[in-house]
């Protein structure tokens, strides 16, 4: 945009409007506008995620298809259980770290202070950027996935009834990780740094999670077992290789049991990073810390 469109927009007397909705709107088009603009970006991550999921179908072809049998994948073979666990895992972090993402980006350039001294509801900033990032992250999701089934042959169940189960699922996995991405921008709100914390808790959850390898193996480790389990993440990619590797459904009794779980901690995280973001808020407001970096 041109300084002398800026100037004109400023000159405008129009006004000034209310609605949550439109405030949401608001963050997510502008935002998605900047993602647009950086087509080299785009073009090169998703060479990358291509190269990524090739580098995968090769390991596969070093797994004993006697090994996945036993850790309870009959019939499975590696490159189908890995793309789900790559293609999910990705999806994941890319939703949650973008709110981070987006205040560090805010703190950094100084247009944090602006946003928070406007009349934009900050819900609605935190509901449009974690849209965005949806539908950036939903982007190279079903690139995996397009690159696995028809270029890879990865041999998965496809029908409408298992899409519409595993988009259920991804939706509710984003639900139940959506409080801990705003309980990290709170933190940053007033820290201003969050990063490493972040990139490692992604790291524990994909190896916890058993995103390569069947969560059987780590039974001989009863204390990384158990830790396994108490992690959404774990439920959620669970389901998702139900329904896309068996056929299940949503409806499927093994399938139903994990979208319980998620929802669960969907009640749980959601009202505790709300407070924490409104606590990092409030306390860098009191202290006057808004445009610090």
Request: a positive charge; glycine letters at 8%; charged letters at 15%.
């Amino acid at each position: 945009m041109k300084v002398e469109d800026i100037v004109e927009l400023l000159r405008e007397d129009r006004p000034r409007v209310s609605s949550g909705f439109i405030h949401v709107w608001a963050v997510f088009w502008a935002n998605f506008k900047i993602f647009l603009s950086y087509r080299t970006w785009v073009v090169m991550e998703t060479i990358s995620t291509v190269a990524s999921i090739a580098m995968y179908s090769f390991m596969g072809l070093q797994v004993d298809a006697r090994r996945m049998a036993l850790a309870g994948y009959e019939g499975v073979n590696w490159l189908s259980f890995a793309l789900i666990g790559v293609a999910t895992a990705n999806y994941l972090w890319m939703c949650i770290s973008r709110l981070s993402h987006a205040l560090q980006h805010e703190i950094r350039e100084g247009t944090l202070e602006p946003i928070v001294s406007s009349l934009i509801d900050m819900k609605a900033y935190i509901i449009g950027q974690s849209l965005r990032g949806f539908l950036v992250s939903g982007y190279f999701m079903t690139g995996v996935l397009i690159v696995g089934i028809y270029i890879l042959k990865a041999q998965l169940f496809i029908s409408l009834e298992t899409m519409v189960s595993f988009i259920a699922v991804i939706i509710l996995m984003i639900v139940s990780y959506i409080g801990i991405g705003i309980i990290a921008a709170g933190l940053i709100l007033v820290y201003k740094k969050g990063d490493p914390l972040t990139f490692l808790f992604a790291t524990i959850t994909e190896f916890l999670g058993g995103v390569l390898f069947p969560l059987k193996y780590l039974e001989d480790i009863p204390v990384l077992y158990f830790l396994a389990w108490l992690m959404p993440y774990t439920y959620a990619l669970d389901a998702c290789r139900k329904i896309m590797l068996t056929g299940a459904t949503i409806l499927s009794p093994q399938v139903s049991w994990n979208i319980f779980i998620l929802i669960v901690y969907a009640f749980v995280f959601i009202p505790i990073g709300l407070r924490v973001f409104r606590w990092g808020l409030n306390r860098i407001r009191y202290e006057g810390t808004v445009s610090t970096y």
